[in-house]
């Protein structure tokens, strides 16, 4: 312990920063154009963030910016000779309002910068009032919120980084509509709006689309849980999102975007903590981020790297061992940016991320706090590989962007797989007895009850996916965008037995899908104060695949089930957005969404599923106060129909397996409210509430659902509620910047999964924190408490499924841990 802890101290040298400061020049090349086209450009450009409190500033024609300056010499030439005037709100945020009339404006020295985020500019925007001119480029039109028919939650990258970087979890503590499953890190499903299938890393497809800018991460693996260090910001949108996102967005999307080269500046930034875990190991994490210019020709290099290990505190006391729940995360980021000119954008990438897990997180339900009695390791490991290339180009009012991507993503699983423990003469022994023949025939039957069984399961998925997109950026009342995606994807999953030295390879599978995609979405103003939108997606898709380790005459067999076979999916949405009044907007949108087909392991055998698809109405009220931006509030109702649900369940042999289950219906009522009484004080409050049913079973899995059909109810893994709410405090002690945020999130009760197997209940809990930071821009010192109560709960009752007879498991919470860290920038 003590060489970690003394390593782990010898690296808090290291930090995060905070921001350019806007005083530093950069080099700008903006064209002309109308402010609500070019801010976005001069935006990226300067790396800040900048809002309009008057949209009928938005079809004000600007001035281009061309050559080197500072973030403020840009924008005062870019406003110069119109009504508008630039106010700086922190060191990375700006607001542009109308120049009052007849008043000369003092000149004054620019207020002293301060490390983000400041509470004056929150950066988790469910955005409304002076949040409104926030620009959605998850639109793929960069359609100012103002805009847009729909909530959208926005996450600052600062703020998500604030208190320790934890990939998903950041995202999924700072939300209450963002759910997810709790296998682990690099292993769980994330769910949007209560639309959830199954608790497994199956063939379906996600439910949620995540994208690393404009590229997809997946197509049906896993959440990567890539690490959120140098990003800008994320998006998140409700669901479905399928006229611009296609398959696979039936919940909605999830969008990251990192931070972009910069050509213009050195920077060094990087941070580094150490961790201690009650009842648990202790762990640390490290970080360094490079912006390094190439030349003299707008080339840009930029670089981030991490190590992470989260202290293990579960214990094993059948092997004898503490703490076995540890975790170690490596990757790391590198994007070239070059500029040749002219308007062109060429990004080149690539992404590297590996997750080990020494074994598993769950502990059993009856027994001590934090133990679990398992005859095995239950290890895990997941590889991600993310190789991209990025063309884009701009001209007055036309955006053009190519995003091509290659991903690897594998998935090793062990799960604990070991039969009861036997009783002389009983009728124990003789169903261990009749399992082994069932498994392992001809092998001779003998007695193994005492000796550890797993199952390894290995997932691989390879993806190759191109989009190409014409765009016209929201401006005097009309935008649009028009693409066309190429994917690819095959993802093969094989399984085996191993018992002792005895090991026998169990059906698998491999499901191959090439789609071709034609989309276009449009937004115009019909009417003064009424915009409209409308879009359709066409998708045709060509699916195939075949079974893993089957005997030849059963392969033969199911050669018609694994013929391949075509899809063509029409997708159509239309949205209205209202402002009756002043500071206040009303909604009404329709989209659908679908998933492909595919095919899954029943038994011996292989079988398809078909696809399923999502129609969704939903209707909302923004509320803000623009004016004096005090507050911004939403509320949103939505009521979908899921037709032919693909989900997971347990067949009768005992394994996981995928079907069409039936129909369904899902009620979503969320809501969210951020206060700011003063300057330095920011208040959140966000609830969700889901009421889902599935109301029309499939005749085929009836058999299954026969011995306890009141375990069907509702969709599974999303809490029927949840409530989130956040306090931020930001303020100056002598020349030191003083920031203070606590949160809580309850997490109210949800259902395992679908069948008389997975009915198991979870959720009900609430998780706390607190994360303080002191220090300058390029200094501080932060310290974090997650878990403040200490708190066990039940975030997920699923520890493994193949082990029979158990009485049941939870996966506690994190121990309450506390958080050192330092922080430095060059």
Do not use: C
Not at 53 to 68: E, F, S
Not at 304 to 322: A, E, H
Not at 484 to 496: F, Y
Not at 740 to 768: F, K, M
């Amino acid at each position: 312990m003590f060489p970690r802890l003394a390593f782990a101290a010898s690296a808090i040298a290291l930090s995060l920063p905070a921001p350019v400061l806007a005083a530093e020049e950069r080099v700008f090349d903006v064209p002309k154009g109308s402010l609500s086209t070019v801010l976005p450009v001069l935006s990226r450009q300067a790396g800040v963030s900048i809002s309009v409190t008057d949209a009928k500033l938005w079809p004000a024609r600007v001035k281009p910016v061309r050559g080197r300056m500072s973030v403020e010499q840009a924008i005062n030439r870019l406003l110069g000779g119109t009504e508008a005037r630039a106010v700086r709100v922190s060191a990375t945020s700006w607001r542009i309002e109308h120049r009052p009339a007849a008043v000369r404006v003092a000149q004054r020295p620019p207020p002293r910068t301060v490390p983000q985020p400041r509470a004056r500019e929150p950066s988790h925007n469910y955005v409304a009032g002076a949040q409104d001119e926030i620009i959605v480029t998850a639109s793929k039109a960069d359609t100012p919120y103002s805009h847009f028919a729909g909530v959208v939650t926005q996450l600052g990258g600062d703020d998500l980084a604030f208190g320790g970087e934890r990939g998903m979890e950041s995202i999924l503590s700072r939300t209450a509509t963002v759910s997810s499953t709790h296998l682990g890190s690099g292993r769980n499903k994330l769910f949007i709006r209560g639309i959830a299938d199954s608790s497994f890393t199956g063939p379906t497809q996600s439910t949620v689309g995540q994208y690393l800018g404009d590229v997809r991460l997946s197509y049906n693996a896993p959440d990567p849980d890539l690490r959120l260090y140098d990003i800008d910001n994320v998006e998140i949108l409700e669901g479905p999102q399928g006229t611009l996102y296609g398959a696979g967005s039936l919940g909605g999307i999830i969008r990251v975007v990192p931070k972009a080269p910069d050509p213009r500046a050195i920077s060094i930034q990087a941070i580094a903590g150490v961790s201690l875990t009650q009842h648990g190991a202790p762990g640390g994490d490290i970080a360094a981020i490079a912006n390094l210019p190439v030349g003299n020709d707008g080339y840009a290099l930029r670089l981030v790297g991490y190590m992470l290990t989260d202290g293990g505190y579960i214990d094993n006391p059948l092997r004898g061992q503490n703490n076995v729940n540890r975790i170690h995360v490596r990757g790391g980021r590198a994007t070239i940016r070059l500029e040749p000119g002219n308007g062109w954008t060429i990004d080149l990438g690539g992404v590297y991320q590996a997750v080990i897990s020494d074994d598993a997180q769950y502990a059993d339900r009856n027994a001590p706090p934090l133990t679990r009695r398992s005859m095995v390791e239950q290890n895990a490991s997941t590889r991600y590989g993310l190789g991209t290339v990025v063309v884009m180009k701009r001209w007055d009012d036309l955006f053009f962007q190519s995003s091509n991507a290659v991903i690897d993503h594998r998935l090793f699983e062990r799960f604990d797989a070991s039969l009861p423990a036997r009783q002389p003469g009983s009728a124990g022994e003789a169903a261990g007895n009749v399992d082994v023949e069932r498994l392992f025939a001809p092998v001779p039957i003998i007695p193994l009850n005492d000796i550890p069984r797993v199952l390894d399961q290995r997932n691989a998925t390879r993806m190759l996916v191109s989009e190409n997109r014409l765009s016209r950026p929201y401006h005097n009342g009309l935008g649009w965008v028009a693409g066309l995606v190429v994917t690819r994807n095959r993802a093969r999953q094989n399984r085996d037995y191993l018992y002792g030295s005895l090991s026998t390879a169990l059906p698998g599978v491999t499901n191959r899908v090439t789609e071709i995609t034609g989309y276009a979405e449009a937004t115009a103003e019909i009417l003064p104060d009424l915009v409209a939108s409308g879009g359709l997606r066409l998708s045709h898709m060509r699916l195939g695949g075949e079974a893993q380790d089957v005997a030849f005459a059963l392969a033969q067999a199911g050669r018609a089930t694994t013929a391949s076979r075509h899809e063509t999916d029409l997708l159509p949405s239309l949205s209205l957005l209202a402002t009756p009044i002043d500071n206040v907007r009303v909604y009404a949108r329709y989209q659908e969404g679908f998933r492909p087909g595919g095919l899954a392991v029943d038994g011996n055998f292989v079988r398809r599923f078909r696809n399923d698809q999502v129609q969704t109405w939903e209707a909302g009220v923004r509320l803000g106060d623009r004016n004096r931006n005090l507050f911004d509030a939403s509320v949103a109702l939505s009521h979908s129909r899921w037709r032919n649900i693909q989900a997971d369940f347990i067949d009768s042999n005992g394994f996981p397996t995928t079907a069409n289950i039936g129909d369904g219906r899902i009620t979503s009522l969320s809501g969210a409210l951020a206060m700011r009484p003063s300057d330095a004080l920011t208040l959140e409050l966000g609830a969700v509430y889901n009421h889902s049913r599935v109301d029309d079973l499939a005749l085929e899995i009836l058999p299954v659902f026969a011995a306890a059909p009141e375990r069907l109810g509702r969709i599974p893994n999303v809490a029927s509620h949840a409530v989130r709410g956040s306090v931020n405090y930001a303020t100056m002690v002598g020349d030191q910047d003083v920031r203070i945020n606590g949160w809580a999130n309850y997490v109210g009760p949800s259902r395992l999964g679908i069948g008389p197997v997975l009915g198991e209940s979870q959720g009900d809990y609430i998780d706390t924190g607190l994360a303080m930071r002191i220090g300058s821009d390029r200094r501080g010192l932060s310290l974090t408490v997650t878990n403040l109560f200490d708190s066990r709960g039940n975030r997920f009752s699923l520890g493994t499924p193949y082990v029979e007879g158990n009485a049941g498991f939870m996966t506690p919470l994190r121990p309450r841990t506390i958080r050192i860290a330092v922080d430095v920038a060059y």
